[in-house]
């Protein structure tokens, strides 16, 4: 059973479009991370939220976290080619030891010209 | 300044071969991971110290042997490796191991290949 599931797994858009991606749970988390990764590369951290309904924004990208911190959003604003990677997010259910970093298994985003 | 830097950047090995990959970070961070990177997987964890002390070990086969010689660094010794162990290799480190809130940040990654 995957502890941290997102939506969608890939994701194909054009230059300019507005885009939503998804990171869902049924366990309560007591923070959430958002990293991206290009191939071969480590995550880079983008935003981490720690406060149920927490909006945070970075340029373009708005993050959101859920009331009951379960789930996660990330939308970008008119997304562009430099958008393109993979979105992963990760987070340490309440309760558990933090070496229990959980991921997603994230969501591709090609972002064409 | 938010930096894990990991070198080499790119191994190739011989399942006979010795090999080392290096990860250093400034940060003061005390805990440090090893994380294992599939192609289209998510990380996997492996390893963690905790004050240079290991903490987690994730039923990780012995011819992967850590070792954290002080607070900023931390290897992976590689010895009598498979082909299947090919993959991205990913340190990380946050702040301290305990804090759920915690941030963990990575560095870029050592590609291993093993012929």
């Known amino acids: 059973t995957q502890l941290l599931e997102q939506s969608p797994q890939f994701l194909s858009i054009q230059e300019g479009e507005n885009l939503t991606v998804y990171c869902n749970s049924s366990?309560?988390?007591?923070?959430l991370q958002w990293y991206r990764q290009e191939p071969g590369e480590g995550p880079v951290l983008l935003v981490t939220v720690v406060t149920g309904g927490e909006v945070k924004k970075l340029k373009r990208l708005t993050f959101q976290f859920g009331d009951a911190r379960k789930d996660s959003s990330l939308h970008i604003t008119a997304a562009q080619t430099g958008d393109t990677g993979l979105y992963l997010c990760?987070?340490?259910?309440?309760?558990?030891?933090?070496?229990?970093?959980?991921f997603g298994k994230g969501t591709k985003l090609s972002v064409i010209p | 300044d938010t930096e894990v830097t990991q070198t080499p950047k790119h191994l190739v090995m011989g399942m006979t071969n010795k090999k080392s990959l290096k990860c250093e970070q400034h940060m003061g961070h005390r805990a440090m991971y090893w994380y294992k990177q599939k192609a289209k997987k998510p990380p996997e964890l492996m390893f963690v110290y905790s004050y240079e002390k290991l903490s987690i070990n994730e039923s990780v086969p012995s011819r992967f042997s850590p070792e954290c010689p002080n607070s900023s660094l931390l290897n992976l010794h590689l010895h009598a490796l498979q082909p299947e162990d090919s993959a991205l290799y990913l340190c990380a480190s946050s702040r301290t191991a305990l804090a759920t809130r915690n941030t963990i940040y990575f560095g870029e990654g050592s590609w291993l290949t093993v012929v």
């Open positions: 990760a987070g340490v259910p309440l309760g558990a030891g933090s070496y229990q970093l959980t």
């Open positions: 366990s309560v988390f007591s923070s």
